[in-house]
């Protein structure tokens, strides 16, 4: 039973989580008032109180969800997927030794998981105890909750299916801001962060003594043709740039580049556009121009990303930096 992972997102007094309602005890709130948060019927938990939204509806789009579903159960971006769970299996498969009653339990934070492409994959991995996929768009948990129901790994699944011996990793679908999140201090073992925001300092705070934080972004020339193809001007990733930032709380452990040639059909390149932001920022003559392209031969370009492998900083990881 997780009574301390989690903590109300309006008083920060712990969050018991339940199969119907959650509830923080609202020890302190000012009048001890404890809040509830319903789950909802396909399983994800809406802890983004209204005075945390920035808009309506915030985060990707219904459209975008789907079409970004698409894309990448078709594959395109599977080496980049693999890469990442051979990371995560490496940084924790050293935690996995003992009987489950004698270790304690993992937890992983992905941030900003979208509908849960890689979030299902960390799952599948068997290594993690509790995955808490958190993302700011309602939409995009909303599959994530459903995918996770057919697969047997939602939170409150694991509880309820005594007959099940083989325990799997729950998954705890949460609607919440990235900056404020409703998690305890030093409860995450790790942390992905794919192509999602970067905040150093929370981050820190979140992981336990040493705990790892696994980032991926576009490298240098992702997607290079298709970029040309679309504006006048083309800009440079700049991959590394937030490095700085980071370097107070954690060490770079690794860094790895995946290079995937793609060959997209016309289908899959309208779904790659409307996945990204050059849905809305591209002209429109250019991408249709690129779509009937698309419809007589299949575009060619290169998936180009960088995942980095960092260390959160302690005394000891701080003594091992100064000796190399």
């Known amino acids: 039973m997780l009574v301390t992972l989690f903590i109300c997102p309006i008083c920060q007094s712990p969050l018991q989580p339940a199969t ?83 270790r304690a339990e993992i937890n992983w934070l992905d941030i900003g998981c979208g509908e849960g492409y890689y979030t299902q994959a960390m799952a599948q991995q068997g290594i993690i105890d509790n995955l808490i996929a958190a993302d700011i768009s309602k939409p995009a948990l909303v599959e994530l909750a459903k995918s996770s129901k057919i697969k047997d790994r939602l939170w409150y699944q694991q509880g309820a299916n005594q007959k099940n011996t083989n325990k799997k990793t729950s998954i705890y679908p949460l609607v919440t801001s990235a900056a404020h999140l409703p998690l305890s201090a030093g409860s995450m073992h790790g942390i992905s962060s794919i192509f999602s925001p970067i905040l150093p300092e929370i981050f820190a705070d979140m992981l336990t003594e040493e705990g790892y934080l696994i980032i991926a972004k576009p490298d240098i020339g992702h997607l290079m043709s298709l970029r040309e193809a679309l504006f006048d001007s083309v800009r440079e990733h700049d991959s590394d740039k937030f490095l700085p930032t980071l370097a107070p709380h954690f060490r770079l452990v690794a860094t790895h580049q995946v290079i995937n040639a793609l060959s997209l059909p016309a289908d899959a390149l309208a779904d790659l556009l409307t996945m990204t932001p050059y849905a809305y920022r591209a002209r429109l003559e250019n991408r249709q121009a690129l779509l009937d392209s698309a419809a007589t031969a299949p575009f060619a370009t290169e998936a180009k990303f960088v995942v980095y492998i960092l260390q959160k900083r302690t005394a000891s990881t701080l003594d091992a930096d100064v000796q190399t």
């Open 20 to 102: 119907d309602t959650w509830r923080c005890d609202g020890s302190l709130h000012p009048k001890h008032t404890p809040h509830p948060f319903d789950v909802a019927r396909q399983g994800y938990v809406n802890l983004l109180p209204v005075q945390q939204k920035k808009s309506k509806a915030p985060g990707d789009s219904q459209q975008s969800i789907i079409a970004r579903q698409r894309f990448l159960t078709a594959g395109y971006y599977q080496p980049l997927k693999d890469l990442i769970c051979e990371q995560m299996a490496q940084l924790l498969g050293q935690n996995k030794t003992g009987t489950d009653n004698e």
